[in-house]
């Protein structure tokens, strides 16, 4: 629920700061970054987590979770990345 509402944040200030000029598409671009490294050190946290698991389920939940928090940190880079493109 925490990283739902970490994309959704990222992405609602991705749309405020498509408002701005040139210079500000490389804020956007860094602040996606540091959200997407946050996203994928909680990724490799799981993991982590996953390895240490007690069962073979709880890994498997584990895993597929961290799985999904990397394809978000890609889809907030990406999304920035068209942000920034359209702000230049």
Do not use: F, W
């Not at 992405?11 to 860094?30: K, R």
């Not at 959200?35 to 073979?56: F, G, I, R, S, V």
């Amino acid at each position: 629920m925490k990283n739902i509402l970490l994309v959704a944040a990222a992405a609602g200030l991705l749309s405020l700061a498509a408002c701005n000029t040139s210079p500000q598409a490389a804020a956007v671009e860094n602040n996606a970054d540091m959200l997407a490294d946050n996203l994928e050190a909680q990724a490799d946290t799981m993991d982590a987590m996953a390895e240490n698991a007690a069962n073979e389920a709880g890994a498997a939940a584990l895993e597929n979770a961290a799985d999904n928090m990397n394809a978000a940190a890609d889809n907030v880079r990406d999304a920035a990345e068209q942000k920034a493109d359209n702000m230049q």
